[in-house]
């Protein structure tokens, strides 16, 4: 049977057995809490590992042996702790309606026999080990976005927000920034994908991942220069270590778009002579047509995916490798809608309330499009110690082909009109020290590391940016000392940037080159203190840095996909930021609060600025843009609250403030993310009573509200007629006006033949609104789409679990 009828009959399954009258956006607001102790002498256990099965996560004791595990559902779980020189203990814990469940002290029992081999598995998050603001998806609040982009994924949570280029490209923006300010870690490999494109989106499959998550704010200390709006980490479950086979399939349909997409993986621990031997392979297929907004299909907006990837890892005792390679395939239609062939064809497409062409819906894809591959193989080992901590080395070389084709073809219709293709090999070596204990009883933990890059671009067909190497190095060093309610974190580091660009004179067909380079040193501060049991505060302060790249200094052409003129300037220098973020966090009984405050100011910040008269070429007339440099503030708030009205009924709303200024031209930025609250209900059926049905568990429903502000706070944007030419300043068209959509989300699990079925259903737009958005950079010529229904079905196979 065809994947969208299986979905499609699944879908309709599902609605007949559920009357969801009200739908929503889930949202699990448990906690688990508890201190880990040594049954011998009662001291507490610092470093203790805590992993929850079901849920494929955990975290480490601190100090004082305590751990924390959030975000968690109401249920029944099962944790494996383990703590060096004392037995793995494996107990179930019981996680209840209220916010924060605290177990009683658990005591190991010391291990008093000599192993022949000892394997310990590290079940933390690399975010884990950073004192910065965070948040992240995972467990049931990651299941409930697949199928939809990382850019797309990351926008339920606060402070996040996505650049979008119609239906089918969405990049994800932290606190207003985006792109080169952003890095993102695909299986602990800094991600490199030509992703300066504001119409680039990452080439990541989110299937791979079981966590993602995101440090909001510059974090250049540990992941190098470029973080200055922070880092992005795709996390995949670790590898199996249970004797067996397993697997697991995601079924994904949705009927805007007709979207059908199936992902699945096949994982073994092998056993006997080759214990400590595992691998798994992993595929997605992906399948959208044309995207309808209310009242009209956007022609060739389609885009289709194959990926794939498959891992490889050797654990004996304290040594490890790890091998790991994965491809993104992606070929994505450009609406047709924004392609205009003349200055009065601009003006009237911006002034038109509708697209002229209004076919019916399609799978077809046509130019314009891109045609996007790009290739990951990873090869990391560690060696362990008790005495000297971890030594961990990394490896991996990516290779990214863009290819752009324009609507009409400059030469054979064969050939794209841009052709970038981008080989980067990276080395990262980080030592983790082992804890140092005081005798004031504090705990001093750290890593240091080296990390280089070299890169080499080659282009080919019409001129964007030119041919390029760049080579990137540099060395840092954290510490933290942490003693009862305190934990002090501290960091430097060093980068040194080199780029060369290489030019071709067309007429006389000579060579020449340009070379720049930059280094600095950045630093960062932060504190946080637990004021009382349920009240946290957490200070940090930090600085990073960006050197502009190829496209900012030389772009000089017409970029296909953006449906715009770029051009850049060789006079720009590096930007350097200053980031202060300061985050409470409160949780008592039925309450949770988690708010966040945050200022980065960035001196010689650069951006595309529009231009006042569009560029006319042979092809047609195209919005121009220019990059610019000024000085720039950001600063906003993140609010996230989580009240329980009754047992099984949560209220949550989120809100994300963002101001940001231009103070060089004492006036606005443009392409800043407008004010928006998103608010919301959430009704669980089946609480931990021990009244759930055996087959059915975990269903519940839920309803939010998504108010999108207008953007009062960008350049105005005015016009006048000059030599009989329209002119415009500012941008070419104003922000469009606020929008307020309905979401749903419904979800539960079903025991099918001994493997949990988990069904989840969702609803966005349900009204089926018109409206534009600010970030979209077509919102000039079309509509966003209209209502949309998915359903995602997953089911862990043999010894994966749910």
């Given at each position: 049977?065809?994947?969208?009828r299986?979905?499609y009959?699944?879908l ?6 559920l ?25 507490p ?21 305590v ?8 249920g ?104 080169n ?9 800094r ?90 392979v ?6 959208v ?48 809608g ?15 309330t509708?697209?002229?062409?209004q ?42 082909v ?7 073809s ?158 850049g ?139 999108v502000?207008?953007q ?60 534009r958005?600010?970030l ?16 995602k ?10």
């Open positions: 049977m065809p994947i969208h299986f979905a009959t699944l309709f399954v599902t609605v007949s057995l009357p969801l009258t009200v739908l929503g956006q889930a949202t699990c607001t448990g906690a688990l809490t508890g201190r880990i102790t040594g049954q011998d002498n009662g001291q256990l610092p470093g203790a590992s805590v992993y929850v099965r079901e849920r494929q996560t955990g975290a480490i004791t601190d100090t004082v042996g751990f924390r595990i959030s975000p968690l559902c109401p029944t779980y099962t944790l494996t702790i383990e703590y060096i020189g004392y037995k793995t203990l494996t107990i179930p814990a019981t996680v209840g309606a209220d916010s924060l469940t605290t177990l009683a002290t658990i005591r190991l029992v010391p291990d008093n026999h000599t192993l022949q081999e000892v394997v310990v598995t590290e079940h933390r998050s690399e975010a884990q080990k950073l004192l910065q603001v965070q948040a992240g998806l995972s467990g049931n609040a990651l299941n409930a976005t697949r199928g939809q982009s990382l850019g797309e994924s990351l926008k339920t949570l606060p402070g996040l927000y996505s650049i979008q280029t119609g239906p089918s490209i969405s990049k994800p923006v932290i606190h207003g920034l985006y792109s300010r952003i890095i993102t870690l695909n299986n602990g490999v991600q490199e994908d030509q992703q300066w494109g504001t119409e680039h989106a990452p080439q990541i499959d989110p299937f791979l991942a079981t966590r993602i998550t995101v440090i909001k704010g510059a974090a250049g200390i540990r992941y190098g220069s470029d973080a200055i709006g922070g880092v992005i980490l795709i996390e995949p479950a670790a590898m199996p270590t249970a004797i067996g086979l397993g697997g697991e399939l995601n079924l994904v349909g949705a009927t805007n778009g007709r979207q059908q997409t199936a992902s699945g993986l096949i994982e073994q621990a092998l056993g006997g002579p080759l214990k400590g031997l595992s691998w798994r992993q595929g997605t297929l992906k399948k047509g044309y995207a309808r907004t209310p009242d009209y299909f956007l022609e060739n907006s389609s885009y289709r995916e194959t990926n794939y990837s498959a891992g490889l890892n050797y654990t004996r005792q304290n040594v490890g490798v790890d091998l790991f390679y994965s491809q993104f395939a992606t070929r994505i239609g450009l609406f047709r924004a392609q205009v062939g003349s200055l009065s064809d601009f003006y009237a497409a911006i002034a038109r509708e697209p002229l062409r076919p019916g819906f399609s799978y077809a894809l046509d130019r314009p499009y891109q045609d996007v591959q790009h290739d990951l193989f990873r090869l990391r080992a560690f060696v362990r110690s008790d005495r000297w901590g971890t030594l961990t080395a990394t490896v991996a070389r990516q290779q990214n863009r290819q752009e084709y324009d609507l009409l400059f030469s054979r219709s064969t050939d794209p009109e841009l052709y970038l293709k981008l080989v980067t090999h990276t080395a990262d070596l980080v030592w983790e020290h082992a804890p140092v204990p005081t005798k004031n009883g504090g705990r001093w933990t750290g890593s240091a590391g080296f990390s280089g890059i070299t890169q080499g671009n080659v282009r080919r067909f019409l001129f964007l940016i030119p041919n390029f190497r760049n080579y990137g190095a540099g060395l840092f060093a954290i510490e933290r000392y942490a003693r009862g309610r305190w934990t002090v974190e501290g960091g430097l580091r060093y980068d040194y940037r080199w780029l060369r660009a290489y030019f071709r004179d067309e007429v006389t067909d000579r060579v020449t080159n340009q070379t720049r380079d930059w280094q600095n040193v950045m630093g960062s501060l932060g504190a946080t203190v637990q004021l009382t049991p349920e009240l946290a505060l957490t200070g940090t302060f930090s600085t990073a840095w960006r050197a502009p790249n190829v496209s900012d200094l030389y772009s000089d052409g017409l970029h296909q996909s953006a449906v715009a003129y770029e051009r300037n060789p006079n720009l220098n590096p930007e350097y930021a200053y980031n202060t973020n300061l985050n409470v966090e409160y949780n008592r009984n039925r309450l949770r609060v988690d708010l966040g405050l945050y200022n980065n100011r960035i001196n010689n910040y650069i951006y595309l600025k529009p231009d006042s008269v569009p560029i006319v070429r042979q092809r047609g007339a195209f919005p121009a843009y220019t990059y610019n440099q000024v000085l720039a503030t950001f600063r906003g708030v993140d609010a996230t609250i989580q009240y329980k009205l009754l047992p099984r009924l949560t209220l949550v709303s989120k809100t994300s403030l963002l101001f940001a200024y231009d103070h060089t031209n004492n006036d606005y930025l443009v392409y800043i993310p407008p004010n928006r609250t998103d608010n919301g209900l959430r009704y669980d059926f089946i609480g931990t009573d021990g009244s759930a049905s055996r087959r059915v568990s975990g269903l519940y429903v839920s309803a939010n509200v998504l108010y502000a207008r009062n706070r960008a350049p105005a944007v005015s016009e006048r007629q000059e030599n009989g030419q329209l002119i415009f300043t500012g941008d070419f068209a104003p922000p469009p006006p606020a929008y307020t959509l309905v979401g749903a989300e419904a979800g539960m699990r079903w025991q099918v033949a001994g493997h949990p079925l988990s069904i989840i259903l969702t609803g966005s737009n349900l009204l089926n609104r018109a409206y958005d600010y979209d950079r077509f919102r000039y010529f079309a509509d966003e789409p209209g209502r949309n229904i998915m359903l079905l997953r089911m862990p196979l043999g010894q994966r679990k749910s």
